[in-house]
């Protein structure tokens, strides 16, 4: 927002360039999207079969021709410590061609690691300004704060009085519910920025109940169930008790530090727990392994490496692809899943 604001105030004196480590982290592919900008930025023609060697070149004539015309080049860059990585050639070239007396161009590195700077080369680093903003996330009462700004009514509106009325008393009614603050917890878990908060408030209004035109509860419920809502644990409620009992005994497995598992390993694991709970959950070992190709079929379990393909299946060591949050989720949403699964997991740990 503010180089928005400072392009419009200053619309011929600045020009933005954006990179994003995620996708320009190779010198060759981030020298080329810059060359990219530059001329889109000044209606030039782009070469996409011009060298690295020659974007570079080209990248530090412009920079020397937009000084001379007093014209401020900004290098955005986010996911700045991905850019750290490799030689970091990048990040010499901009840096270095900053220190011309002709040049007027500003890098700006976006991270979330504190350490970002620290990954820095010699060479990169003494030309580091070492200048650094840190952005602390908002706090609960902050978001609060926000959310009431952007739902409440203004008083002097148009609408009714009364359905003004109602509707903030409703709001309020909700913000001082503590089921309310957990929902906001279980929100900012995850993602605290504000443009995550303005997605989930457009859900939440969207669950609007269209005769009253109020808000309530369970729209915020469900405004954050659609958000945490994953392919996986739609694929977990699905499943067959016997699934559940593989993916919680490798879990067991792992909680035992086991290096590496496989379709025996957990067999074993499997019928120590029908000797020590003498449940009626029993199945052949030929049932387990169909139970087994479903699961990597489902891809909720897959192979610890691609080594050993010609091995037979029970051999190959295998490894979970699912969180201990999302398994103990699934057990807890399954109607069918037996009470001694529900015990075998840590609930104070998982939950």
Request: proline share 2%.
């Amino acid at each position: 927002m503010v180089l928005e604001d400072l392009k419009e105030e200053h619309p011929d004196a600045i020009s933005v360039i954006r990179l994003n480590g995620m996708l320009h982290s190779d010198d060759n592919c981030a020298t080329k999207e810059i060359a990219r900008q530059l001329c889109l930025e000044h209606e030039l023609s782009f070469s996409k079969m011009a060298s690295s060697d020659d974007n570079t070149e080209f990248m530090i004539d412009m920079l020397r021709e937009c000084g001379l015309a007093h014209k401020t080049v900004i290098f955005v860059l986010e996911e700045f410590d991905l850019f750290a990585q490799g030689k970091q050639r990048l990040l010499y070239s901009l840096l270095d061609a900053m220190q011309s007396l002709t040049s007027q161009a500003v890098v700006i590195g976006m991270s979330c690691r504190l350490d970002a700077d620290q990954l820095l080369e010699k060479r990169v680093r003494s030309r580091f300004s070492h200048r650094k903003l840190l952005f602390v996330p908002s706090s609960l009462d902050d978001i609060q704060r926000l959310m009431e700004h952007l739902l409440m009514l203004d008083k002097g509106s148009c609408l009714p009085t009364n359905y003004i009325t109602e509707y903030n008393s409703m709001l309020t009614s909700i913000f001082s519910n503590k089921k309310f603050k957990g929902i906001l917890d279980s929100l900012t878990d995850t993602d605290a920025t504000t443009s995550n908060i303005l997605r989930f408030l457009f859900r939440v209004v969207s669950y609007m109940d269209m005769e009253s035109g109020l808000l309530s509860m369970e729209c915020f419920t469900n405004a954050l169930s659609s958000m945490q809502r994953q392919p996986k644990m739609d694929s977990l409620q699905d499943l067959s008790i016997l699934e559940l009992y593989i993916l919680v005994c490798m879990k067991r497995l792992e909680d035992k530090e086991q290096k590496s598992y496989n379709f025996n390993t957990i067999i074993k694991e499997y019928k120590s727990i029908q000797d020590a709970y003498k449940t009626s959950d029993k199945y052949a070992t030929t049932v387990c392994f169909r139970a087994f190709e479903h699961l990597l079929d489902r891809e909720l379990i897959t192979f610890a490496d691609s080594k050993g393909r010609n091995v037979a299946l029970e051999y190959r060591p295998v490894k979970l692809l699912i969180s201990s949050r999302e398994l103990a989720q699934s057990l807890k949403l399954n109607t069918t899943c037996p009470a001694v699964l529900q015990k075998l997991l840590d609930r104070e740990r998982y939950m």
